[in-house]
T-cell receptor
Framework: EVQLVESGGGLVQPGRSLRLSCAASGFTFDDYGLHWVRQAPGKGLEWVSGISWNGGSTGYADSVKGRFTISRDKAKNSLYLEMNSLRPEDTALYFCAKGWGGGYDSSFDYWGQGTLVTVSS | NFMLTQPHSVSESPGKTVTISCTRSSGSIASNYVQWYQQRPGSSPTTVIYEDDQRPSGVPDRFSGSIDSSSNSASLTISGLKTEDEADYYC?????????FGGGTKLTVL
């Protein structure tokens, strides 16, 4: 059974940093692209970032480019999102999602339960 | 980039059929696959349609997807509506650089 478990969310002040983690299990980690998708309170889904199966290709939404960095660790079967210079508009539930294929251009088949990030002073 | 536009809400009675549209603003709808996700209140999204018209295992055949080049749109059709189908539905496609989502459609089954 595919499982994606996010952690690392919390309350953070504007301008500060936060690192999200996603522990993956139930599939061959090295074979698939992975993503972060967020949902602001009461709003729709927004793709944040994606990474290919080997970490060789990454993509970012314009709204986070230059501030967020996605990475993955095959030894730990984990996905990460380093978020710097956080803004109030980054407040959202952050989902980890597995891709159908190996590239980050593939869409999402399984989703985690999400971790909440609140940016406020 | 392109935008995907969905109706804000739709409603229908149990047992009936409902169709949710997703219109692409520029470029051909056939250029990139369209996916559909269901999100029940308080839950994470699940995939109901991928690659325009494919159903993941476990998704009932009451759910179907299609694309229409004449209207440059994709559609999700749910037949034999059940109260458990009440949820938000999002279409999604990849534009060559970003994954784009529609704004979501709230389906009410009453």
């Amino acid at each position: 059974e595919v499982q994606l478990v996010e952690s690392g969310g919390g309350l953070v002040q504007p301008g500060r940093s936060l690192r999200l983690s996603c522990a993956a299990s139930g599939f061959t980690f090295d074979d698939y692209g992975l993503h972060w998708v967020r949902q602001a309170p009461g709003k729709g889904l927004e793709w944040v970032s994606g990474i290919s199966w080997n970490g060789g290709s990454t993509g970012y939404a314009d709204s986070v480019k230059g501030r967020f960095t996605i990475s993955r660790d095959k030894a730990k079967n984990s996905l990460y999102l380093e978020m710097n210079s956080l803004r109030p508009e980054d407040t959202a539930l952050y989902f980890c999602a597995k891709g159908w294929g190996g590239g980050y251009d593939s869409s999402f088949d399984y989703w985690g339960q999400g971790t909440l990030v609140t940016v406020s002073s | 980039n392109f935008m995907l536009t969905q109706p804000h809400s739709v409603s229908e009675s149990p047992g009936k059929t409902v169709t949710i549209s997703c219109t692409r603003s520029s470029g051909s709808i056939a250029s990139n696959y369209v996916q559909w996700y269901q999100q029940r209140p308080g839950s994470s999204p699940t995939t109901v349609i991928y690659e325009d018209d494919q159903r993941p295992s476990g998704v009932p055949d009451r759910f179907s997807g299609s694309i229409d080049s004449s209207s440059n749109s994709a559609s999700l059709t749910i037949s034999g509506l059940k109260t458990e189908d009440e949820a938000d539905y999002y279409c999604q496609s990849y534009d060559g650089r970003n994954h784009m989502f529609g704004g979501g459609t709230k389906l009410t089954v009453l």
